[in-house]
């Protein structure tokens, strides 16, 4: 695939090309998750998983740094099978899908659950996180005035 003629052939929305916005809630919606999950991880865990664990806090702060390190380091192992077997588009639809679920799962109120949901948004993120900013930059031409603006475009969906 060629990203220097997709980009000519895109479709424009406000100067820049429409991919750039679809990105900027994915990115967003991400994010979301990941500090909405920081906020209320070791509440739900202090309060309903450990409840019975004297040592509950202890527990639930075990699980939460366990957590926050895996879905960073998860990025290595998915950003290098995005780059020999998946590709940008399939790891980040695959990403997503996968958080998604495990956002799905927490739903579900039992251990077990609640661990695999944890793992589901790991993996997720591993795939998410490492090709989402590269695809951005595949969106323009080498050299095209516009990235730096769609990159500020794409970080403004973090920062929300």
Known sequence: MN?????IEQKQL?????GLFYLFFA??????SFYGMRALLTLY???VIFEALAERDYAAAAVYS????????STVVG???????????????????LMALGHFVLAIEHNTAFYL??????????FFKPNIST????????????????FVIFYMGINI
Do not use: C, Q
């Open 45 to 47: 865990m202090v309060n």
């Open 66 to 73: 366990s957590y926050g390190s895996l879905v960073y380091a």
């Open 135 to 150: 695809f951005v930059g595949s969106l323009y031409k080498d050299g095209d005035p516009r990235k730096d603006s769609g």
């Open 3 to 7: 990203t220097n003629t997709d980009a």
């Open 79 to 97: 950003g290098k099978i995005s780059d020999t077997i998946l590709g940008m588009r399939r790891s980040i639809l695959l990403g997503g899908i």
């Open 117 to 126: 949901a944890l793992a589901l948004i790991v993996v997720g993120n591993g």
């Open 27 to 32: 990115e967003l919606w991400e994010r979301f």
């Open 14 to 18: 406000f100067g820049h090309p429409k």
